[in-house]
């Protein structure tokens, strides 16, 4: 899978910043995956949050952290249309370049995101955020799968970090304890229990 190089993510991310005139006194990071559960990351504040005019879905092939070539997990990323429910941090300034670094190198290294500016919606107000949505242009867009197929590679995938399952799970009940419900992530958790438990009984 081709991944972007040390100095091509360190050069996007100034540039990025810098095209924004992104003030250094700090800024919002929108999380809907993964970021909710193990952000990696200092923030001073987080506050649950609406995207608008994007929805969660797994619809980024994975390849090697939850999944394999020849078994492909499928991750989340923000396509277009709808809301989404999330969380969003504040990361004051200064240097707000070096301390979202390493969330930065997370979600770009693999070509399957973009990095973008966001309108939430939060208790305090309108928020301007930093998100990763999905790059539609990478080998590993999915596009919109049916839900069935999702939960068959959910179910089957496996890689360097561990079962792609447990990605679901994990990103589910993160969602439930800031009181989120997520019939797209119910659903699929229902029918990738299913799939597991009959792979179980197979053997």
């Known amino acids: 899978m081709p991944t972007a190089s040390e100095e091509e993510i360190v050069a996007e991310r100034a540039k990025f910043l810098e095209a924004s005139q992104q003030s ?3 800024l919002w990071l929108f999380a809907y995956g993964s970021l909710i559960w193990n952000p990696e990351l200092e923030f001073a504040d987080s506050r649950p949050a609406i995207a608008l005019g994007w929805h969660r879905r797994f619809c980024l092939w994975q390849w090697r952290y939850r999944g394999s070539k020849d078994r492909p997990g499928l991750m989340l990323a923000l396509d277009r249309g709808g809301s989404c429910q999330g ?22 290294i693999g070509l399957g995101y973009r990095p973008r500016w966001l309108h939430l919606n939060s208790s305090a107000g309108r928020l301007r955020a930093l998100g990763f949505v999905v790059n539609q242009n990478s080998p590993r867009y999915a596009g919109h799968l049916p839900l069935s197929v999702v939960a068959d590679h959910i179910a089957s ?3 360097a970090r561990g079962p792609s399952a447990e990605y679901l799970l994990e990103t589910h009940e993160a969602c439930l304890r800031l009181g989120i419900k997520d019939d797209m992530l119910e659903n699929l958790r229902t029918m990738v229990a299913e799939r597991l438990s009959n792979m179980v009984q197979n053997q």
Request: net charge positive.
């Open 24 to 26: 250094q006194d700090g």
């Open 87 to 108: 969380l969003a941090y504040r990361v004051n300034g200064p240097e707000i370049g070096e301390k979202i670094a390493g969330v930065w190198r997370r979600e770009m």
């Open 157 to 159: 995938a496996r890689g």
